[in-house]
Structure formats: C-alpha cells, structure tokens
C-alpha cells in the first residue's frame, strides 16, 4: 500500500508512482508498466533497436498483436505482399526480442485495444502506451494510458520509460441518467461538440459523475477511447467495483491472495474526495441527444434533430471551417441532418466493436432489413468477442438482417485492410474519426455516430433517428 | 548518439490553407504499409497534392513551383491532431521540411517531431497570417526561426513564437533524441521496476 498525502488525483498518484527522475530538458522519465504494439507503428521502432544493437528491456511487459492490415474476411490472407511483410515483420520482431504475440491462430488476436481488457492485461493504476492515439482507451480502469509515436515505442522496448511532460487534468462529471437511445458514445461525442476537438490539448480528462459511475467497463472504454479526439492525450474513469468485477478471472489478472492485494491497491489510486483540479465542467446526462457528425473533425457534432450549420449564418474562422466541411461532404447546408442518404453502414472499431455493442444492435435489428443498395459490415473487435457473440447467436441476427458479419480487425475505421469506402460514398460509421479520407477512399465520407444509430441509418438508408426507426420511445421511465 | 543542436532553422516558407490538419492528411493510412520510415517523403499531402478522381496536380500550395525549394512549413491551428502516427512527421522531414510554424500543434505530433528535430513552433493567428501572407507575395523570402531568441524572421517581419522549454532546451542542446539519457537511467528504471507489483 502507497501512503498517500490528501488531495491527489488519480493522474499525479500513477505519475508519482511511475516517475524514475526528471532528464536535463526538464521532462520526466516516466516507467512504462505495459507497452501494447502492433502491426503498422512497431516494425520501424523494432529497426531502431536493431540498429542500435539493444535488447528489449521487459520483454514480459510488452504485448503484441495484429489488427490494422488484417482482412475481415479470410482473416489469415494478407491483401497484398506489403501487408504480408508487416505481419511477417512483428512475428519475427516477437520472436527474435521473446514478446508476447497474440497472433491469428491464437484465437486471442483483435484491435488491442480490445485484446488489452480482454487479457486483463490493462489493469488499474498502470502506464500504458502504444503507437496508438486510442491507447486512452484503456483509462477505462484508472490506467494512464496514451499513444505515442514509434520513436518512442523504441524508447520503450529499450528501457520501458519514456520523456514525457506532466498533463493538467480536468474532470469532466457527467450527472444523471441517459434516456433511452442515447449511449456511452453519444456522451463522448457530446463532450468532443462541447469542448472542441482541441479543448483537451495539456490535459488529462477524469471523467466522472453518476453516468460514469453506472456505466459498464465497455461503455467507459467508448468515452475514454475518444479523449484525443478532444485534444486529450489521455482519459480515465477511477477504478471501483465495476473495474475489478471485469478484471477478476481474465487470464493476466492477479490471482488468490495477489488478487486481494491488488483491489486493495487498485482501489487507493482513484483520485481523493479533495483532489484539486484545474478545470472541471459538469454535464446533465438528460441534456444529450443522439449524436452524428456532419463535418470533418469529430468536434463537429449535433443532435439528430439538428441542421446541419449554415456557412452564411456565421463569420471569420467559422464560417471557413463550415464552409471547408460541407464543401468536403457534399451536404446541403442548414437542412436537418435526419434524411441524408447513405452508402454504407460501419458497426466496429475500438470504440464500438464490443460484445455489449453488438448485443444492444442485435436487440433491435430483428425483424428488420438493411436497406436496398446499403453495404453494411458488423466487424468485432477480437476474435473473442467475435466467439462470444456467435455463441449467443447474435453473429446470425445480423445477417438475417442483411449485415456481413466479419472477423475481427480495425477494419473500415481506418481501411488499412480491403475494407474501404469507394468514392465519395457515405458512412454511418461507429468508429471515431471523420478525416478526410478517413475510411480509404480519398473523398469518402463519413458520418460518426452509436451502433444502435448505424443500424438505424443501415435500415432507413439514410440517417435516422435510432428511437424512430426501433420504437424507443426517448420519454420512457428510465430504469 | 551524440546529436547536433538545433539552434536556428532557415529557408523559404511554404503557406499551406486550413484548420485541423490530421495526420491522416499529413500521411494518409493506406501509405502506412511499410516496415521503414525511407520512402514516405513523396507521399506527404498525397491527397490534396493530387485530385483523387484524376490524379492530377492540384492547386495545393506544394505543388506550386514557386515554394518548390520550401523547407519550412506555416499552417494554421491544432496542426497534425488525429493519429499518433509518426510516419506524419517522418514524411514532412524526409519531403524536406526542416519545421513546422503553426497557430498551435496537436500534442503527440508535436512531441513526435521534436523527437526527430524537426522543430514546431507557435504564434498568434495575426502573425501566422502576416507570414503567410509575406510569403505568399515572395516565395523567396529567407524565413528563419532562431530557437535562443525564440522568434521568427521574415524580410521586415518579426515576431515571437512559443516552444515549451523542455522541448527548446533538448534542440538547443542536441538531446531531443533522449534515448541516451534513458539508458543511462538504468539504475533508477530498475529501482522504479521493483517498486511495481503489476511489474515484478
């Protein structure tokens, strides 16, 4: 057990406990308990290491696995010879450096994001890195988790630390009960719309309040999962009971006595009653819509009922930005964004590729059609979930409803593998980002919405108001 | 690893339009498929360099003959958000950028690049339009950015720009590869292992 002074947040306690000392530019060396890597940022990192002919430092504390490139449908066929030398590159880097690789045959491979909780791997008051902006995911379980780039994922292999500067933190407490139709990634779209897609820049966001606090480790891994789309390098929810609930039994977590130390430990890194803050903002849960995206940044957001913004309603930096957008999407400016038709419907990704997400669309797909002329792909995020969700059935709800059900990779988030748009087709899209070119095809578009709204989008083919299309009604007595 | 200091960076400037500029644009993923950094200097901007459809030369500022021999790079706000990807940096160096000067940076691109000597720094959106517009109207204008002074200069232009001051001091002193220094930590990483349990 640490004795702690009062007063700290859960992000000073893990620093603290992480810090090997300050380097002569001023930052700090900062202890890297897990590095996470994968296919696309490591191979290079490995070449460095090579060059500069060192050893891994704590191979045991490095986890591989591979879920950029890999196809969703024959899984175990690269696409092409390129993608072939990167999955032949982290399988000899594993072998030859004795790093832990959760490959195609070992029924564990997925989005590592998804691999990380599911090993029990990410675990409460523990650095995390990976040359992966979507590392804040793991925050979910009061880890401090962030992404960094592969200079820096050589920095690691080679001597698990790394230079860093210390973060702000800003909580963010979301208050109350969501309403029906309204999910885990409409809350983070909501904060990204609230607080600009650079409002995070220096900070560390706590996300907090009642909403959190009931939310399932899934559900805090969606809001976390999307903190650098605000700006933020990192995010995190302090650990309770829900964390060790999810925790207990994985195949990395502590077992016997060494669990019950762990909790114990676990539990004494959330942040203190009296922890100061630099910024907090406080969120009603009533107060958030259904969210979609209607431009290229995730900040650009608005509630399903909304219009689209109208270049000539605004001025300056503004209206060029709308402009900029809507002149890249090809939409009508000041009409309700409810009605666009769409080209293809996207349900995966590290931030909805989840058991608990797909079972919510299974929920109210039955009976229901994908549109004629929609592609629409459900992609798990691991190989696990994907056996989960088969086992329950829920692999066949989709099809019946004219979804292709996928094997498990990052997929048409960011169409590293064949999974890409085709011109400029539109994406109802359950992933986290709606760059231009995002989804593989140069002028491609994407719309950033929950699953639950994809499906919507999938059946009305066009965007749709999810609780309209699946009889939500949004007033329902909340359980 | 002994490393030179950077303490000025000069050349001619190319502006190039827009707010938020990912490094999914910087770099777009599809040129990620590759196991070495060498080759991706000719795919920086790739596509707003060429028109999608026809895979024609746009009217992209990079593409103009005039800043053809641009080694510095002035762009807007919250420049190279998104991805962590450090085949952003790495392609703007290797295309021949020796900086970036921008209204502000996305935190990890940020640290990317200073990790590579590329340095990023920032000034207020008045003087980033001065200089984009000065050198809009001479693409020969010698830019430079003197990091012990910390400021811009350009023709009859002047003004302070912002670095934080670990980033300056490690290019000023040679040390923003920090790798070295990590190493030569041993003992304190170690100590800091054994104080971990989830480490042991």
Known sequence: MRDYAMGKTLYQKVWDAHTVGTLSDGRTQLFIGTHLIHEVTSPQAFGMLRDLGL????????????DHIVPTVNQDQPADPLAADMIDAIRKNCDDFGVTYFDLKSGKQGIVHVV??????????????????????????????????????????????????????RRIEVNGTLRPGVYAKDVTLHIIRLLGAKGGIGYAYEYAGSTLAHFSMEERMTVCNMAIEGGARCGYVNPD???????????YSPTGDAWDTAVEEWSSFASDADAEFDDIVIINAEDIEPTVTWGISPDHGISIG????????????????????????KLPAGTPIKGIPIDVAFIGSCTNGRLSDFREVAKFIQGHKVADGVKA?????????????????????????????????????LAMNPDKLIGDQICAS??????????????????????LMVAAAAVAGHIADAREIFDVNPDAAVA | MAIAPITQVSGTAVPIP?????????????FMKCVTFDGLGEFAFYDVRFNPETGEKTDHPLNDERFKNASI??????????????????????????????????????GNSTTLGLPCVSSSKENIEALKAACAADPTLEVSIDLEKMTVTAGDLTFPVEMPDSARHALLSGRYDPIKELIDNNDKIEATAASLSYVG
Not at chain 1, 246 to 251: A, E, Q, S, W, Y
Not at chain 1, 382 to 388: C, E, K, L, Y
């Open chain 1, 55 to 66: 050893p891994v430092k704590y191979p045991s504390r490095t986890f591989a696995t591979i």
């Open chain 1, 116 to 169: 990380g909780p599911e090993q029990g791997i990410t675990q409460p008051g523990s650095t995390i890195a990976c040359g992966d902006s979507h590392t804040a995911t793991h925050g979910a379980f009061g880890a401090i988790a962030f992404g960094i780039g592969t200079t820096q994922v050589r920095d690691v292999l080679a001597t698990q630390t790394i230079a860093m500067e210390k973060l702000k933190v």
């Open chain 1, 241 to 251: 009971q829900t964390t060790f609930d999810f925790l207990k039994g994985r195949p």
């Open chain 1, 306 to 329: 909304e219009s689209i913004p109208d270049p000539a309603t605004t001025e300056g930096d503004e209206k060029a930005v709308i402009e900029e957008a809507l002149a890249y999407m």
């Open chain 1, 377 to 413: 792909i459900a992609v798990p995020g691991s190989q696990i979930t994907a056996i989960q969700c088969e086992k329950e059935g829920l692999d066949k709800i989709f099809e019946e409803a004219g979804f292709e059900w996928r094997a498990a990779g990052c997929s048409m988030c």
């Open chain 1, 430 to 451: 359950s992933s986290n980002r709606n760059f231009k070119g995002r989804q593989g095809s140069p002028t491609g578009r994407t719309v950033l919405m929950s699953p």
């Open chain 2, 18 to 30: 827009g707010a938020d500029i990912d490094t999914d644009r910087i770099i777009p993923a599809r």
């Open chain 2, 73 to 110: 790079l002035v762009a807007g706000i919250n420049f190279g958000c998104g991805s962590s990807r450090e085949h952003a940096p790495q392609s703007l160096a290797k295309y021949g950028f020796n900086a970036v000067i921008a209204e502000s940076f996305a935190e990890i691109f940020y």
